[in-house]
T-cell receptor
Framework: QKEVEQDPGPLSVPEGAIVSLNCTYS??????FMWYRQYSRKGPELLMY????GNKEDGRFTAQVDKSSKYISLFIRDSQPSDSATYLC????????????FGQGTRLTINP | GAVVSQHPSWVICKSGTSVKIECRSL??????MFWYRQFPKQSLMLMAT?????????EQGVEKDKFLINHASLTLSTLTVTSAHPEDSSFYIC??????????????FGNGTRLTVT
């Protein structure tokens, strides 16, 4: 079993739709949770960064963490064609190794 | 926000030659940088952790003699792929933590280097 599971998609939705991206994880020691957006042939760009359970909103993006279920989500409202990219979830421990553990990434296409 | 610059963005080299990739933190100091490798349509795989002023820490299965890492200053880490072979062709991405490297602080990535070995 992978430490972090993410549906690779591809996911295709019409412009303006609400997009829900999800990751599950197995290690309850994860405390920091991130979402990255990666355009083709570019490095990942940090979108959202959260600590422990709860919600965080930034513009059209909302990150949600449910530690009891070991489940994190990223919601994109009013999706735009420019949101088309691969979205990677990542997480790390509060102490010890500073490495990030990534999900496989979900390829998202927003159709105009 | 924190910026990580990576150079070159792409490189083509002949089999048997060596290639050096640079990673710079432009507006913050990074005592630790990370080197990742990404194959098409796959997630990032951590290769090694680069520590300023000391030896890099390599992940299991990564050949340290093939992937030489030097972290000579707080803003620069280099990855040298020695005696490159076609199977080394990949997308190499470096990253660094802002927030003075505190555990859990965000990781920022460079734009990657696409290496093609012919």
């Amino acid at each position: 079993q992978k430490e972090v599971e993410q549906d690779p998609g591809p996911l295709s939705v019409p412009e303006g739709a609400i997009v829900s991206l999800n990751c599950t994880y197995s290690n309850s020691a994860f405390q920091y949770f991130m979402w990255y957006r990666q355009y083709s042939r570019k490095g990942p760009e940090l979108l959202m960064y959260t600590y422990s359970s709860g919600n965080k909103e930034d513009g059209r993006f909302t990150a949600q963490v449910d530690k009891s279920s070991k489940y994190i989500s990223l919601f994109i409202r009013d999706s735009q064609p420019s949101d088309s990219a691969t979205y990677l979830c990542a997480m790390s421990f509060i102490q010890g190794a500073q490495k990030l553990v990534f999900g496989q990434g979900t390829r998202l296409t927003i159709n105009p | 926000g924190a910026v990580v610059s990576q150079h070159p963005s792409w490189v083509i080299c002949k089999s048997g030659t060596s290639v050096k990739i640079e990673c710079r933190s432009l507006d913050f100091q990074a005592t630790t940088m990370f080197w990742y490798r990404q194959f098409p349509k796959q997630s990032l795989m951590l290769m090694a952790t680069s520590n300023e002023g000391s030896k890099a820490t390599y992940e299991q299965g990564v050949e340290k003699d093939k992937f030489l890492i030097n972290h000579a200053s707080l803003t620069l880490s280099t990855l040298t792929v020695t005696s490159a072979h076609p199977e080394d062709s990949s997308f190499y991405i470096c990253s660094a933590r802002s927030g003075q490297g505190a555990a859990g602080s965000p990781l920022h990535f460079g734009n990657g280097t696409r290496l093609t070995v012919t």
